[in-house]
Structure formats: C-alpha cells, structure tokens
C-alpha cells in the first residue's frame, strides 16, 4: 500500500476526532504522523511495527494504526467515528475555508447535516448568529458551496474508494482471465476525482464490450469507440477502456499518467516499445527507471536526457 492512502486515512480521523472534540493531544499526534508519512521518500507499509515506532511523527501509538491500515485497509476506529457522524456533515468537512470546529458548531447548534441545508442557512443569513462566523465567513462558505455545485462530478479519493472496488469487483465476477487496472487520477492517488478509469485487456474486446455496455456495472453506459462511459449511481464519471491483451499495458501506461508526463516519456523513445510485457519495459526503452503511478504528473522527475538519435 503506497502512502498516500494511509496518510489520507489518518488525516480524516484526526478531522473526524476534532469534530467529535477527542482529545487534543491525540488529534495533533494523528495530524501530524499523518503529515509526516505523506513526505516519506518511502512505504511505511513495507515496516515493521518496531520500525514505524522509531520514525520521527509517527510513535508507538499511530504505528499500530498503521499496521492496521495495511493489515485490514481501515481502521476501526475510523469507521467508528464515521458511523456516529452524518455522512453530510463529513461532507461538509470538504468545503474549503470550513474546518472541523466550525462544521461541530453548524452541526450541534443549528442541526444542519447536509451541504445542501447548509446552503439554505447562508442564503437566509442564519450562519452570522452563531459565534466565530459572521457576515465574511458566511459569504466564503456560500461562495465555496456554489463552486463545489458547479463543479459537479468532482469527488474526494476516499469517496471513490467504495465505487472503485465495486466496479472493479463486478468486472472480476464478468471475466475470469482478463488484465484489469485502475488508470488515472485514481491510479495517481489524486486527492479530488474527476473520472474513475479502468483499463481492462481482454482476448475478444468486442465480446467484453458489449458485455459491460449491458451489464449493471454503469449507469447511462455508452460504446464510444473501443471504450464504454457511463457513471455510477451517485454520478462518478467512469471510463473502462477495453484493448487486446497484448496491448494492454501500453494502454496503462497511456491512460495513467496526466499528458505532459506521457508525452515527455513517449518522446524519449518509449514510443518505440512494441506489445510491452510490462509498464517497466516502457520507462526502460526511454532510458528511465520505472515510476509509480502517483509520481507521474509533469516532466520534472524525469531528469534522464532523452535519446539521440546519430546518423552517419
């Protein structure tokens, strides 16, 4: 498990302990190792227990926490916490320029439990009467509300999470023998989600098309060329490309990284990698060592010059 994912999931438990006015010391533990193991330049699932609690920000305590999230991929604490808060009031936690004590006071003084009451409070002027808001804060909060509306179909990491292992779970139930992997922002662990994409490496893609068109996996699902759209049930933009097993890991590599990355690996010679065995054989034929999923974003990382090419 890479560490984004861990620290993503301490850094929610510590909000979430904030909003339910947990101790303050535990609070700053679980923020903080969360910070830290988010700068790591290494995967503290790969640690033991006695190593975790020798790391600087992290100790004996969220070590065990650690363990846990990759032992189980939750924490039960966490899903504890989560049960006893309103899933809109952990919602609203999400909205810039609103923190955790800010959301407790909304939520037990006023009762608001969603984003969408939360928005009808500002529009009547209700937020100005509690203590600590007032007139500034309650225009950011409304502003920041409406450009969360506009910008519909955007999701949290954490809230893709379910859906993906759903649909990536049904997939699995649908076809025993083909490659499958997530691609993308998803792959890249990105913190807001714009479109859910699945790469999946079949021997028949016409049969594997028409299989997920009309299955249940998506809602609204279309045929777009060699690749179905649609959406979950909560309105996740989803992608599932379908290409030839022995295209399959170039289509990976392709569909993962942001374009710039792409195109700067592809100009290095990359482009020349014929029905790859892996993404490893990719980065190779372009002089590079192999790059995980998340760092691939930009050029800035990728300090080997590119090939030349002599001619004599």
């Keep these: 498990m890479e560490n984004k994912p861990i620290a993503r999931k301490l850094r929610l438990l510590s909000q979430l302990m904030e909003l339910h006015e947990v101790n303050p010391f535990k609070i700053k533990s679980i923020a903080n190792a969360a910070f830290a193991i988010d700068k790591l330049p290494y995967l503290v699932s790969a640690k033991s227990f006695e190593e975790l609690s020798t790391i600087y920000g992290i100790g004996k305590s969220v070590a065990t926490k650690i363990i846990e999230v990759v032992q189980t991929g939750t924490i039960q604490e966490l899903e504890e916490i989560l049960a006893a808060t309103p899933a809109g009031v952990v919602e609203m936690m999400a909205i810039k320029g609103i923190g955790?004590?800010?959301v407790a006071v909304i939520w037990r003084d006023m009762g608001i439990e969603t984003v969408g009451e939360l928005y009808y409070a500002c529009n009547e002027n209700r937020l100005i009467e509690l203590k600590g808001f007032g007139l500034k804060t309650q225009e950011?909060?409304?502003k920041a509300i409406e450009f969360r509306m506009a910008s519909s179909g955007k999701f949290l990491y954490h809230q893709?999470?379910?859906e993906a292992d759903i649909i990536i779970g049904k997939i699995k139930d649908t076809f025993d023998n083909a490659l499958m992997e997530f691609a993308g922002?998803?792959?890249r662990l990105c913190e807001v989600i714009n479109v859910l994409e699945l790469v999946v490496g079949s021997r028949d893609c016409g049969m594997a098309l028409h299989t997920i068109l009309h299955?249940?996996?998506l809602v609204n699902a279309v045929n777009e060329d060699g690749h179905v759209k649609g959406e979950t049930?909560?309105?996740?933009?989803v992608i599932i490309w379908v290409v030839e097993k022995r295209h399959y890991f170039t289509k990976l590599f392709l569909q993962t990284g942001n374009d710039e990355h792409v195109k700067a690996v592809?100009?290095?010679?990359?482009e020349d990698a014929d029905q790859p065995e892996n993404e490893e054989m990719i980065y190779h034929k372009a002089g590079l060592t192999f790059m995980k999923p998340e760092l691939r974003e930009g050029v800035t990382l990728l300090i080997a010059p590119p090939k030349t090419s002599y001619h004599s």
Excluded at 233 to 237: D, V, Y
Excluded at 266 to 270: Q, V
């Design 185 to 187: 922002e998803y792959r």
């Design 160 to 162: 893709v999470e379910p």
């Design 266 to 270: 592809l100009d290095r010679g990359a």
């Design 140 to 142: 950011e909060i409304r």
């Design 215 to 217: 299955s249940e996996i």
């Design 100 to 102: 955790a004590k800010k």
């Design 233 to 237: 049930a909560n309105g996740l933009n």
